[in-house]
């Protein structure tokens, strides 16, 4: 039998505060929220992920700003390049910008706040460039009409797999998702015929790295879809809209697990928000299921929870063992006591 000095010291040693492993840090390289700082950018109204330079986020101004667009670095906020697009006519409300498998950034000049009164829009294409800095591009410019008529949108999406390029409308009476040609033609007029119906008005819009889920947001609201045979399937989770003075933008972090939201405005801010469970695209759920980083919620949180919710359970364990060795050490020293 141990000697109740010693019963005594390990029942206090166990009830002593534990300090169990912290929940792993945010590794640096983490997709975080960032301000675009430049001056000139005062209307971001789209954005979009480099895949030449990581990191990097292509975005422009609505209107009145001419044939720009900008490279902004999320570690710093700051412009790494301006690109001046030549041989096309004058932008009249750019709100859409997208990067296809081709290597090319497709921007959209689709914007009608007539309420779709334009005979048409344009589509303007040039390769992303390999180093970035300021630089004067020529540019493809491709003439849009929809089926059914004129329309007012802000979102265009390239599918990342097929190159297909699709088109939001915005307006809350009717909007639809209207898919290009296979083939865009620079010469005539390129008509996106409607292929689903939507059910929310929409400010812009993205598709996944692996091009099997597709969201879509607006002032207020955001949705999520699977992508299956060129349609749209909504599905329950709903993924996080941070609270923005006017959210117009919003684009898939190329690992596909985070969403980047930005704002118009000098100094905007762009946010980062997780994704988790069905929200997750394809891939990237499988990756995080193999490195044991996946979540099931929609937020993506759940493994701090877990591990918040283990820490808890090791506490009551060892407090209760505690207990136990006290209460069987005071019971063997009141039986050892002479009558």
Known sequence: MRPLPYVLGAAVLAALPVALPAPAAADDSSPSSFTIE????????????????????????????????????????????????????????????????DGNVYV???GDNLGG????VWIYRFPEPKVLGNTTVTATQFTVKYQGGARDAEAMMVHPKTGRIYIASKSDDDPGLYEAPATLSAQ??????????L???????????DGSRLVLRGYFAASEYRWRNGKPQLLDDEPGLPLQRQG?????????????????????????????????PDATAKKQKKDGDYSSRPDGKQSAD??????????GALTFGAATVLFLGLRRLVRRRPR
């Open 188 to 197: 005539g007029t390129n008509v996106f015929r409607r292929v689903a119906d």
């Open 306 to 315: 877990e591990d918040e919710k283990n820490r808890n359970l090791l506490k």
């Open 108 to 110: 959209g000049d689709i």
């Open 38 to 101: 430049d001056p000139r950018i005062t209307e971001s109204s789209g954005l979009a992920a480099s895949r030449a330079h990581p990191g990097v986020y292509w975005t422009h101004n609505d209107s009145s700003d001419g044939a720009y667009v900008y490279a902004v670095d999320s570690k710093t906020g700051k412009t790494v390049a301006r690109v001046e697009l030549r041989g096309i006519g004058r932008p009249r409300d750019v709100e859409a910008i997208s990067i296809g498998p």
């Open 248 to 280: 117009e933008s919003v684009t898939f972090t190329p690992d596909g697990g985070t969403l980047m939201y930005g704002t118009e405005g000098p100094g905007s801010k762009v946010t980062a928000v997780d994704l988790g469970g069905e929200l997750l």
């Open 199 to 209: 059910d929310m008005e929409v400010t812009d819009g993205a598709f996944a790295p």
């Open 117 to 120: 009164t334009w005979p048409h």
